[in-house]
């Protein structure tokens, strides 16, 4: 539990590209692909709902 930097991988809804992003307190992440604005609760479910 000595980990201070903790990174998830997370796929672009738009782009669909796997890419890592550190865990921050905001829940925003953009991607570095298509620029597109989400959430990390959108990319933690299954089916997407931004197109
Ligand atoms: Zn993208």
Same mark, same amino acid.
């Given at each position: 539990?000595?980990?201070?930097?903790?990174?998830?991988?997370?796929? /672009? /809804?738009? /782009?669909?590209?796997?890419?890592?992003? !550190?865990?921050?307190?905001?829940?925003?992440?953009?991607?570095?692909?298509?620029?597109?604005? !989400?959430?990390?609760?959108?990319?933690?479910?299954?089916? /997407? !709902?931004? !197109?």
């Amino acid at each position: 539990m000595a980990s201070l930097q903790r990174s998830r991988v997370l796929r /672009c /809804c738009s /782009c669909r590209l796997f890419q890592a992003h !550190q865990v921050k307190k905001s829940v925003k992440w953009t991607c570095k692909a298509c620029g597109e604005k !989400q959430s990390f609760l959108q990319v933690s479910r299954r089916n /997407c !709902q931004c !197109q």
